[in-house]
């Protein structure tokens, strides 16, 4: 698609092309540098903004210039830049369409071009006119800068012009492998050579930076209030003593010093709708503040914030502000200023249970270590001793690098057990994730999962059957008969299914085993899931184990011997 960068003044100041990456989001993938400096990481216009232009269906007209975007990550090291749709081109305040009317391609693996293979470049180079350009050459060679052993460029004889920066590079099957950037020539010698950013480099920043967009959230273990229901959202949360003309803090602040007089909060929003009535209260220590009622005007998503200002300076305390659109409440975010009383020294959270949902009481559902063909993964953990105002923040890693850090102040007290979570919208990449807990700058839980390639079905994971024979433990020659084999429901511990008297509607499968000791559980299990597991016998002792993870690989039927111990 078609990028146009104004200046502050609105004049067109650079042109571009770049890549959907995200359909339903509308993200787009393109080169830093047609939205600034990547020399001095200077943006062309102060709030990162670029006109969209889509291209038409028979791809032989002029781009419709149709949606507004501006930039949320960037890597001027690697020439890289995110930008995401946020309305319409010619009415900021209307509300996006459902469907954007966009297509992504599938992903290519640019290690596996070698030089002679086919490379296409598709974009809007200025000598190209209005319409879209599609030149085609070949894979040249590759140019590892650093000596590191990872290739920053590919080299081709496809054109790439002024225009085509931050396009498409596409293989021979139509697959992304890379993002066109560059093109050199000299007059002394005939031919020209361009430079493709990879797909592995591409997608790696993408993949990091769509982690890291606002995707933790977390709840508190306590009751809540059943309100209506509302598609409108607000995300990216942010206190600080200053905004840009983004309309974002410029330093995010979980507390401030005593005396300060200025405390914005900065936020995103979605599917809101003009006319709608936004509400907002600030609180100190509990006690109102301030509020205001407006009609909303501001569009259907951007960002924004609010302001709470004293001449004299803010009195110490813990400040919360409710948000609500049309009475529903979206959001409570809450800072300090000055020092607070909070006990965070004899505060905790317990051990970290990964699942793929949770309840309203922060009970994870379907946990395990390891998981298949998934968007989002929940931590749930619980909590004792946090006080209200206490900061803590979580810290998330992607191969043991950082890929998300927020920090927060506990709104409220008397929660025993809360939960964030980490998304992408392309589902979470295959590799291993780590989540590091802070009270202050105190680590107090560090847990990993393991997001698996696995084996799919069109994107649903295949149960397996589980069989095995029940043996004892000091005779592995003599089977055990009339064992019963019990699996709980993913996120039933065997302690849960005891106090609820062994309630029927928490088993999830079981088996007796028969004369040779073998048995067959009469429902499949999910690999990558993880089960609590008792096997009982009268002449025996008792297995218990909770937490007993399907391997995300194993075959069907999948083989789980048991050994019991006599009496």
Request: hydrophobic share 40%.
């Given at each position: 698609?078609?990028?146009?960068?104004?200046?502050?003044?609105?004049d067109l100041y650079d042109t571009g092309?770049?890549?959907?990456?995200?359909?339903?989001?509308?993200?787009?993938?393109?080169?830093?540098?047609?939205?600034?400096?990547?020399?001095?990481?200077?943006?062309?216009?102060?709030?990162?903004?670029?006109?969209?232009?889509?291209?038409?269906?028979?791809?032989?007209?002029?781009?419709?210039?149709?949606?507004?975007?501006?930039?949320?990550?960037?890597?001027?090291?690697?020439?890289?830049?995110?930008?995401?749709?946020?309305?319409?081109?010619?009415?900021?305040?209307?509300?996006?369409?459902?469907?954007?009317?966009?297509?992504?391609?599938?992903?290519?693996?640019?290690?596996?071009?070698?030089?002679?293979?086919?490379?296409?470049?598709?974009?809007?180079?200025?000598?190209?006119?209005?319409?879209?350009?599609?030149?085609?050459?070949?894979?040249?060679?590759?140019?590892?800068?650093?000596?590191?052993?990872?290739?920053?460029?590919?080299?081709?004889?496809?054109?790439?012009?002024?225009?085509?920066?931050?396009?498409?590079?596409?293989?021979?099957?139509?697959?992304?492998?890379?993002?066109?950037?560059?093109?050199?020539?000299?007059?002394?010698?005939?031919?020209?050579?361009?430079?493709?950013?990879?797909?592995?480099?591409?997608?790696?920043?993408?993949?990091?930076?769509?982690?890291?967009?606002?995707?933790?959230?977390?709840?508190?273990?306590?009751?809540?209030?059943?309100?209506?229901?509302?598609?409108?959202?607000?995300?990216?949360?942010?206190?600080?003593?200053?905004?840009?003309?983004?309309?974002?803090?410029?330093?995010?602040?979980?507390?401030?010093?005593?005396?300060?007089?200025?405390?914005?909060?900065?936020f995103e929003y979605s599917s809101f709708?003009?006319?709608?009535?936004?509400?907002?209260?600030?609180?100190?220590?509990?006690?109102?503040?301030?509020?205001?009622?407006?009609?909303?005007?501001?569009?259907?998503?951007?960002?924004?914030?609010?302001?709470?200002?004293?001449?004299?300076?803010?009195?110490?305390?813990?400040?919360?502000?409710?948000?609500?659109?049309?009475?529903?409440?979206?959001?409570?975010?809450?800072?300090?200023?000055?020092?607070?009383?909070?006990?965070?020294?004899?505060?905790?959270?317990?051990?970290?249970?990964?699942?793929?949902?949770?309840?309203?009481n922060a009970q994870p559902i379907n946990?395990?270590?390891?998981?298949?063909?998934?968007?989002?993964?929940?931590?749930?953990?619980?909590?004792?001793?946090?006080?209200?105002?206490?900061?803590?923040?979580?810290?998330?890693?992607?191969?043991?690098?950082?890929?998300?850090?927020?920090?927060?102040?506990?709104?409220?007290?008397?929660?025993?057990?809360?939960?964030?979570?980490?998304?992408?919208?392309?589902?979470?990449?295959?590799?291993?994730?780590?989540?590091?807990?802070?009270?202050?700058?105190?680590?107090?839980?560090?847990?990993?999962?393991?997001?698996?390639?696995?084996?799919?079905?069109?994107?649903?994971?295949?149960?397996?059957?589980?069989?095995?024979?029940?043996?004892?433990?000091?005779?592995?020659?003599?089977?055990?008969?009339?064992?019963?084999?019990?699996?709980?429901?993913?996120?039933?511990?065997?302690?849960?299914?005891?106090?609820?008297?062994?309630?029927?509607?928490?088993?999830?499968?079981?088996?007796?085993?028969?004369?040779?000791?073998?048995?067959?559980?009469?429902?499949?299990?999910?690999?990558?899931?993880?089960?609590?597991?008792?096997?009982?016998?009268?002449?025996?002792?008792?297995?218990?184990?909770?937490?007993?993870?399907?391997?995300?690989?194993?075959?069907?039927?999948?083989?789980?011997?048991?050994?019991?111990?006599?009496?």
């Amino acid at each position: 698609m078609l990028i146009l960068v104004p200046d502050n003044a609105g004049d067109l100041y650079d042109t571009g092309s770049g890549t959907i990456m995200d359909a339903d989001k509308g993200l787009i993938l393109t080169n830093f540098h047609v939205m600034g400096d990547p020399d001095t990481g200077k943006l062309y216009n102060d709030d990162g903004f670029a006109g969209i232009g889509v291209m038409p269906n028979d791809l032989r007209g002029a781009p419709v210039l149709r949606y507004a975007a501006r930039m949320i990550s960037h890597d001027p090291q690697y020439d890289l830049a995110i930008l995401q749709i946020t309305g319409l081109l010619d009415d900021a305040r209307a509300a996006l369409p459902a469907n954007l009317g966009l297509t992504t391609l599938p992903r290519g693996d640019s290690e596996s071009l070698l030089p002679g293979d086919r490379l296409a470049v598709i974009g809007y180079p200025g000598l190209g006119g209005a319409t879209v350009t599609y030149t085609e050459g070949v894979v040249s060679g590759f140019l590892d800068e650093d000596n590191n052993g990872e290739f920053e460029w590919i080299k081709t004889d496809a054109e790439v012009n002024p225009g085509n920066s931050g396009g498409l590079a596409i293989d021979n099957e139509g697959n992304f492998v890379g993002v066109p950037t560059a093109g050199y020539s000299r007059s002394d010698v005939a031919g020209k050579i361009s430079l493709v950013r990879p797909a592995t480099i591409a997608l790696r920043f993408y993949d990091n930076a769509a982690l890291g967009q606002g995707t933790k959230s977390g709840l508190g273990a306590r009751a809540t209030a059943v309100g209506r229901r509302t598609t409108a959202t607000i995300a990216g949360v942010e206190f600080g003593d200053a905004v840009n003309r983004q309309g974002k803090v410029t330093r995010p602040l979980t507390s401030f010093p005593s005396g300060v007089t200025d405390i914005y909060v900065s936020f995103e929003y979605s599917s809101f709708r003009n006319g709608q009535t936004f509400a907002y209260e600030w609180k100190i220590d509990g006690e109102r503040a301030y509020a205001d009622t407006i009609a909303w005007s501001e569009g259907a998503s951007g960002t924004t914030w609010l302001h709470l200002y004293s001449e004299e300076g803010l009195p110490d305390g813990l400040y919360t502000v409710d948000m609500r659109l049309d009475g529903v409440l979206l959001h409570t975010g809450a800072v300090t200023v000055g020092t607070t009383s909070s006990s965070a020294a004899n505060a905790t959270f317990g051990p970290i249970t990964f699942a793929t949902d949770v309840t309203d009481n922060a009970q994870p559902i379907n946990a395990g270590n390891t998981f298949i063909d998934v968007q989002t993964v929940y931590a749930t953990f619980s909590v004792s001793n946090m006080s209200k105002g206490t900061p803590w923040r979580t810290r998330w890693l992607y191969e043991g690098e950082e890929v998300l850090a927020e920090e927060d102040v506990w709104e409220d007290d008397g929660i025993t057990a809360s939960w964030v979570s980490l998304s992408h919208p392309d589902g979470l990449p295959a590799g291993e994730f780590t989540l590091e807990l802070y009270i202050g700058d105190r680590r107090v839980q560090r847990g990993s999962f393991t997001v698996a390639e696995g084996r799919r079905s069109g994107s649903r994971v295949q149960p397996v059957n589980v069989t095995g024979v029940v043996r004892e433990i000091d005779n592995s020659r003599r089977t055990i008969s009339g064992a019963l084999i019990v699996f709980l429901n993913p996120g039933v511990t065997v302690e849960q299914w005891v106090n609820a008297d062994f309630d029927e509607s928490m088993i999830f499968a079981r088996a007796t085993s028969g004369r040779n000791g073998a048995y067959q559980l009469d429902a499949k299990v999910t690999p990558g899931q993880s089960y609590a597991i008792v096997v009982v016998h009268d002449d025996y002792e008792a297995i218990v184990a909770d937490a007993y993870m399907i391997p995300a690989d194993a075959s069907d039927p999948y083989q789980l011997d048991m050994t019991m111990q006599r009496k």
